[in-house]
């Protein structure tokens, strides 16, 4: 079957550039939101702030930095998410929609939270989402876990309601207007 035609996680196949484009972008603006308003201006948590070796968890210094290496990795995913956005747009014949665009960053987003949430907060306890704040710790990890499971699933129903990413869209309707509408 050609890249035009079937499908891919239940959208048209040839609307996959476009999604893959924005799911980089999606986790390198989530990353951006995360580290530059929990890490910097509501100061609940830094990198490092719950590592088990109380001396790494208060150095100000190693966490600034490695909030730092953080940034320098949601920078790298930005700068991806842009090159594979414009590659889509010029090399591949996907859907000129932005709707699809916009779920699949909301939907990266959510990727983001999900996997930093379970990897930082849970596997490596480096950090929490807030220890200090108002309830148990889990309270706050759980909320971002389930923030991001519920930006996946409004992503991909931003996308669905697309009809440019619905199987059945007719080539014509896509390649005409670029609006996906009929």
């Known amino acids: 079957m ?3 035609g079937g499908t891919w996680l239940g959208l048209r196949r040839d609307a996959k550039p476009l999604v893959i484009a924005g799911l980089a972008l999606g986790v390198g603006l ?35 930095m490695a909030d730092g290496l953080f940034h320098l990795v949601t920078y790298t995913f930005t700068v991806i998410g842009l090159v594979l956005f414009s590659r889509a747009w010029r ?18 987003w959510g ?19 807030w220890p200090a704040g108002p309830g148990p710790v889990i309270l706050w990890d759980a909320a ?26 007719s080539d014509e309707a896509v390649a005409t207007d670029g609006s996906g509408s009929e």
Do not use: C
């Not at 090399?91 to 990266?108: D, E, N, T």
């Not at 939270?113 to 490596?124: F, P």
């Not at 389930?146 to 869209?169: K, M, N, Q």
């Open 2 to 4: 050609g890249e035009r």
């Open 91 to 108: 090399f591949h014949p996907v859907p000129k929609s932005g709707r699809i665009l916009l779920g699949a960053v909301i939907m990266g």
């Open 30 to 64: 989530g990353g951006f939101f995360d580290g530059i308003v929990f890490h910097q201006i509501l100061q609940i948590h830094n990198m490092l702030s719950s590592y088990p070796d109380s001396s790494v968890a208060t150095d100000l210094e190693l966490n600034v």
């Open 144 to 169: 971002f876990l389930l923030w991001g499971t519920l930006f996946i699933v409004g992503g991909y129903l931003v996308i669905r309601t697309d009809s440019a990413a619905a199987p059945g869209a």
């Open 111 to 129: 990727v983001f939270n999900v996997v930093e949430g379970l990897v930082d907060h849970q596997l490596l306890g480096l950090h929490h989402v």
